[in-house]
């Protein structure tokens, strides 16, 4: 069992940043990766980011240039910093850990999630 609380989300105007951060508890040393998805009012969820043990990285699209995940493996926390956010990067942000092989943004690959922090961002 692994344990994920998210925070650091909130409202920004466009242009601006935030970073976010994840704490992870219980059996971390499982897992072969994190990851940030993203759920937008009305839409799928959807892979953002993600960082395996080496810290091998893959990103989405849409943000590959403005958000950056990384780790603090002695601390189990995972960040994303989110620079030059659009509207469009308004959604529910969840962490997720990978247990299993695969690619990177199928969401089967993840079994614990966390409950998600709020990112809206005005124009």
């Known amino acids: 069992q692994v344990q994920l609380v998210e925070s650091g989300g909130g409202s920004v105007q466009a242009g601006g940043s935030l970073r976010l951060s994840c704490a992870a508890s219980g059996d971390t040393y499982s897992t072969i990766g994190m990851g940030w998805f993203r759920q937008a009012p009305g839409k799928g969820r959807e892979g953002v980011a993600a960082?395996?043990?080496?810290?091998?990285?893959n990103y989405a699209e849409s943000v590959k240039g403005r958000f950056t995940i990384s780790q603090d493996n002695p601390k189990n926390t995972l960040f994303l910093q989110m620079n030059s956010l659009k509207p469009e990067d308004t959604a529910m942000y969840y962490c997720?850990?990978?247990?299993?092989?695969?690619?990177?943004?199928?969401?089967?690959?993840?079994?614990?999630w966390g409950q998600g922090t709020q990112v809206t961002v005005s124009s």
């Open positions: 960082i395996d043990r080496n810290g091998n990285t």
């Open positions: 997720a850990a990978k247990w299993w092989g695969g690619i990177w943004y199928d969401e089967s690959r993840y079994p614990y």
